[in-house]
């Protein structure tokens, strides 16, 4: 990446509807967890990947 060029953005499952389950802890729109939210842009691309593999699998399992 050159000095002139943009960084690069970062993926991240976020549709801006921040509704935290009391219960679970998990934002009911991203399906991640406060401290996953509150540490997304310190992660590495691959840890970033991994949470966002896991979340259809919450989403079911909160919604189920």
């Keep these: 990446m ?6 690069r953005a970062i993926a991240t499952p976020c549709v801006k509807v921040c509704v935290v389950d009391g219960a679970s802890g998990h934002c009911l729109g991203c ?10 842009t310190r992660m590495t691309e691959a840890e970033r ?5 896991e979340l259809p699998d919450r989403e079911g399992r909160l919604n189920g």
């Design 31 to 40: 399906w991640r967890t406060l401290s996953e939210i509150a540490d997304w």
């Design 49 to 53: 990947a991994a949470i966002m593999a």
């Design 2 to 7: 050159s000095p002139s060029s943009p960084p």
